[in-house]
């Protein structure tokens, strides 16, 4: 009777490990892993300039997810579950791949961008050189060294344009490049005035 007794006992303690063993859920580390590369990759692809509000997103579902993780480490081990925690790292994973490409198109248009920009102020600033060339010579021209001054500064400026575009700062870029054509239209139209102003005074000179 004892020794059914005590086998009964055996069995059934074999019987509540075992529940507590299968009960104790492991927490998803590999899913963890995988949602913090796909978090990364979509920075790597550039989503902090150009997919900002997306990769906010995404961190902040990965925020909650890790908390849902912390939630449960703090149950008790045969209470544990880490389905919510699982399926919100699934997503993170998906949606970072849709960041890091939306990232990549946005980086590439903005690229274009660019270089569009970078070629029109190339363009503006080549023609005011030409017009400067066309300028008079001699006691006249001294009006327009302060210009020539302006010409200067633009080529260089679009020295750093081209170098911003080298190191991927497309943005960056397209706003200097912006602000040098406008410059140069400006200075542009300074000259053409120098130049009538200096023929007015010739056509004074020889009435």
Request: proline share 2%.
């Amino acid at each position: 009777m004892r020794a059914m007794l005590s086998q009964r006992i055996v069995v059934g303690m074999a019987g509540v490990a075992t529940i507590l063993v299968i009960g104790c859920a492991q927490p998803p580390t590999e899913r963890l892993g995988a949602a913090q590369q796909a978090v990364d990759a979509a920075k790597a692809a550039g989503a902090t300039e150009y997919a900002k509000e997306d990769l906010v997103a995404l961190e902040q579902q990965f925020a909650l997810a890790k908390d849902e993780l912390t939630k449960q480490e703090n149950v008790l081990p045969i209470f544990r579950s880490y389905t919510d925690a699982d399926k919100m790292l699934i997503t993170i994973v998906e949606s970072g791949g849709h960041v890091a490409a939306k990232a990549a198109q946005g980086k590439e248009a903005a690229k274009t961008a660019a270089l569009a920009m970078e070629k029109e102020a190339r363009e503006v600033v080549a023609s005011a050189e030409e017009l400067m060339a066309k300028a008079p010579s001699g006691k006249e021209r001294a009006a327009l060294e302060s210009l020539q001054q302006d010409l200067s500064g633009l080529q260089n400026g679009l020295g750093a344009v081209h170098q911003s575009i080298e190191k991927g700062d497309f943005l960056s870029a397209e706003t200097q490049a912006k602000t040098l054509k406008n410059k140069g239209a400006s200075v542009s139209e300074e000259i053409q005035k120098a130049i009538e102003k200096t023929k007015g005074k010739k056509a004074k000179v020889h009435a």
